[in-house]
């Protein structure tokens, strides 16, 4: 049952924390992602789409999918794509949508060994109580060859732009989510979460670590978002 009453995971990341967080937040949650983001979120997709480079026949999943708002856009490609997500409340808000879905521990996937030609995750990353293990378990579910790409927020590359969106992030995102969202605390949350999460380089060098290969990214609207990409060797 998701809870609909104000509430925000702390950022150890107690997993039933942010799975609740995310019930209580699933409602609403793809107009408020839209109206923080001023409408890039819909650009962010597209670009994570053409970073996959799917094509027609592939397998993918999309990890910590949501409403699957992002796995219908991958499915443009003829892929096959798969939504999962941990927040049974963020399913079951985008049932809707003629994606296959499944719930799923980002830690513990429940997909034998080289299964997917692509595997995503789009702002989901830094939920988890152990990003590390998350990684290398995309790693598993890969084909030889496969590949994984990230999309999450990051560090603005210009410094005066910085200091605003951090400023933004910490004082305009928990107001302007009040207005739109059905849980607004979570915001607080979130804007903490990216603060605390690495840049662009950290990351990279992480990927690196658990096990993918050729690890590059690309930063979008100034490096509020980085895709990430690496390769599973054959």
């Given at each position: 049952m998701a809870k609909t009453e104000s509430f925000r995971a702390s950022l150890d990341k107690q997993p039933h924390e942010v799975a609740s967080?995310?019930?209580?937040?699933?409602k609403r949650y793809d107009l408020t992602n839209t109206v923080i983001s001023a409408g890039q979120d819909r650009y962010w997709r597209?670009?994570?789409?053409?970073?996959?480079?799917?094509?027609?026949?592939?397998?993918?999943?999309?990890?910590?999918?949501?409403?699957?708002?992002?796995?219908?856009e991958f499915s443009k490609s003829g892929a096959w794509c798969v939504a999962a997500d941990f927040s049974r409340g963020m399913l079951d808000?985008?049932?809707?949508?003629?994606?296959?879905?499944?719930?799923?521990?980002?830690?513990?996937l429940p997909f034998a060994d080289d299964s997917f030609d692509a595997v995503?995750?789009?702002?989901?990353?830094?939920?988890?109580?152990?990003?590390?293990?998350?990684?290398?378990?995309?790693?598993?579910?890969?084909?030889p060859g496969g590949r994984l790409?990230?999309?999450?927020?990051?560090?603005?590359?210009?410094?005066?732009?910085?200091?605003?969106?951090?400023?933004?992030?910490?004082?305009?995102l928990p107001v302007v989510a009040r207005a739109v969202?059905?849980?607004?605390d979570a915001y607080v949350y979130l804007a903490e979460s990216i603060r605390a999460w690495p840049n662009q380089r950290q990351l990279a060098l992480r990927m690196a670590d658990a096990g993918w290969s050729s690890v590059k990214w690309r930063n979008l609207t100034g490096g509020i978002v980085a895709l990430h990409r690496g390769y599973k060797l054959g």
């Open positions: 967080m995310f019930d209580g937040v699933a597209w670009a994570t789409r053409k970073a996959l480079a799917l094509r027609p026949g592939e397998r993918v999943l999309d990890l910590a999918a949501g409403t699957g708002v992002s796995t219908l808000a985008g049932r809707f949508r003629e994606v296959p879905m499944v719930a799923a521990d980002g830690t513990r995503t995750i789009s702002y989901g990353l830094r939920n988890f109580s152990d990003p590390d293990l998350a990684m290398r378990e995309m790693l598993r579910v890969t084909k790409v990230i999309a999450e927020f990051s560090t603005p590359v210009f410094g005066p732009f910085r200091t605003v969106y951090m400023e933004y992030l910490m004082r305009a969202s059905s849980n607004p």
